[in-house]
């Protein structure tokens, strides 16, 4: 029974991008981002696309859904069997903290977005034709877009990009850990727990806070 529903939701996560290979598009790419709300840090952004002929196979890779909904463990097993598959073609951006401070995080975020969508296609060397994007957002690309509420829940391509967001970045936080130990970002990826709050007023700010944060 919990088989039969499994097939059934990964089913039902490509019903978008059935119906835009109907409509002629073949090359989608699901796009989501990570750390927009964590006060240190970069903001990620995660670029995936799955062929037609490839979407059978990928599919059967277990519990791809919004990486919010899986925990840190569950996450990275899912993150190796997305990548480790050349079914699947991802790409990522990165904005730093610094670069969020001059722009505004919407507007890094919509950058991380763009160099995620050109990473892919640097990599596949695959000319994306369409993008589905998480969320009310649209990039400055020539690119036919759609934006999905609840995208990284609902298309199975924007759930894996969420992965591969977010799992990047955690593992970005946990490199920043060891130069910054006193902010324990390991634990928290820099959000605004009340251990990181406790810390910034013990120790300050650090170099990958961001300062156009309220803290």
Not at 31 to 60: H, N
Not at 65 to 75: A, G
Not at 163 to 183: N, S
Request: glycine share 6%; hydrophobic share 35%; charged share 35%.
């Amino acid at each position: 029974m919990l088989f039969f529903l499994f097939l059934r939701y990964n089913k039902d996560m490509i019903q978008e991008e059935k119906r835009l290979w109907k409509k002629g598009y073949k090359y989608i790419a699901g796009i989501d981002e990570a750390g927009r709300g964590p006060l240190a840090g970069p903001v990620s952004a995660g670029a995936v696309l799955i062929l037609k002929k490839d979407f059978k196979e990928v599919k059967k890779i277990k519990s791809v859904k919004d990486s919010k909904k899986l925990n840190e463990k569950k996450r990275k097993e899912v993150y190796l069997n997305l990548i480790k598959t050349n079914k699947v073609k991802w790409g990522i951006g990165m904005v730093s903290e610094k670069t969020i401070d001059k722009i505004n995080i919407l507007q890094a975020t919509k950058l991380a977005m763009i160099k995620a969508v050109k990473d892919l296609e640097k990599k596949s060397r695959i000319k994306v034709d369409f993008l589905i994007l998480d969320g009310k957002i649209k990039l400055d690309l020539d690119i036919n877009q759609k934006s999905i509420i609840k995208a990284d829940d609902k298309v199975f391509s924007v759930s894996a990009a969420s992965i591969i967001a977010k799992v990047t970045r955690d593992e970005i936080m946990k490199k920043y850990d060891r130069k910054y130990p006193e902010y324990n970002f390991k634990k928290h990826k820099g959000y605004g727990t009340k251990e990181h709050l406790k810390n910034i007023k013990k120790n300050g700010t650090c170099k990958i806070h961001r300062k156009s944060f309220k803290f």
